[in-house]
């Protein structure tokens, strides 16, 4: 197994303590520029082809021309995955903008940049957060969807870390962010879902979320498991009353909410149907039906 894992950047693989990008690139000089975060799971990349669908629909949105055709995209992260040969990982995908000069008009620059980075990282608040997260609810709004909204899966998320800076100063563990109307949107890089009465209410997309992947895995579950699914807008209040609370995302995997704003959230976390995905989802995430198969499987 490689100690120091290679990063893809422009159809080079180049050892992640020498990777570089210029500073004349739009992705650094303004956050111009689109990405995935996949995970992999005993040797399977989960739903590949959803997320790389979803970055040539970002690529679209900003008029981004991607250098590479879906295909050589594929190719070279799964060559990637092969030369540093980690079973279970984490792969970060960006097409930046590329150089251009210190103007914002993307105009100026000539080619997209792709770089692929794959490592071995915990899920967003680390192993022990299946007992469940503080939170807050942020006092700043998510982007109107006429505004940079994150709909599209740009490398602007100075939204999402200014909440989590007012949930650090909070002492919380993440926080939740509403939209331009006051309904819940989601958190600060994963989706939300509440449960009331053995049903799951989600956010609904309209409410300015990312088309998160995970989101829509789970909601598969619990209709598969037989739980009521509704996707709509939710009040701040509403949210509080909930039985269980939990996130979802790549980074966040399953992730239950113990309390917001300090109100504890059902009696404990996670709450027997926040379980019950959460369980079904650990199994079915590393099955080959759910992605691409890269590793021979070792469980
Ligand atoms: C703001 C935001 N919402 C939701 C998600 C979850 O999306 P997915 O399940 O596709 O990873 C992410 C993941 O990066 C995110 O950044």
């Known amino acids: 197994m490689t100690i120091d ?31 995935e975060g996949i995970r992999v799971y005993d040797g399977v990349v989960f739903k590949l082809d959803a997320h790389l669908d979803r970055l040539y629909r970002s690529a679209m949105a900003m008029w981004l021309t991607i250098p590479l055709k879906k ?31 210190l103007g914002v008009n993307p105009k100026k620059c000539p080619k997209a940049s792709v770089v692929i980075i794959n490592i071995q990282i915990e899920p967003m608040h680390g192993h022990d957060a299946t007992n469940g997260i503080t939170t807050i609810i942020s006092s700043i709004r998510r982007q109107a969807p006429d505004s940079t909204s994150h709909e599209i899966k740009s490398l602007n ?44 209410h ?26 009521p699914v509704f996707e709509r807008d939710m009040t701040p209040f509403q949210l509080l009353m909930a039985e269980e609370v939990f996130l979802c995302g790549t980074m966040g995997e399953i992730t239950p909410v113990r309390s917001i704003n300090d109100q504890s959230i059902g009696s ?9 995905l959460l369980s ?20």
């Open 5 to 35: 894992p290679v990063v893809y950047i422009d159809g080079e693989f180049i050892p992640s303590q020498e990777a570089k990008i210029s500073v004349f690139d739009h992705g650094l000089l303004y956050g111009d520029g689109i990405f």
């Open 71 to 101: 295909a050589a995209m594929k190719a070279a992260l799964l060559e990637t995955l092969q030369r540093n040969g980690f079973q279970d990982s984490y792969i970060r995908l960006l097409v930046t903008r590329g150089k251009g000069d």
């Open 157 to 200: 998320y100075l939204n999402s870390v200014q909440a989590t800076i007012e949930a650090n100063r909070q002492g919380a563990d993440d926080a939740i962010i509403l939209d331009q109307r006051g309904f819940v949107a989601e958190a600060t890089g994963t989706t939300l879902v509440a449960v009331w009465n053995g049903a799951l």
């Open 202 to 227: 989600a956010p609904p997309l309209t409410a300015s979320i990312l088309d998160s992947i995970t989101r829509r895995f789970v909601l598969d579950i619990a209709r598969d498991l037989g739980f």
């Open 268 to 276: 404990k976390a996670p709450g027997p149907v926040t379980q019950k």
């Open 280 to 299: 079904e989802y650990v199994k079915r995430r590393k099955n080959p039906e759910y992605g691409t198969l890269v590793f021979p499987k070792t469980k």
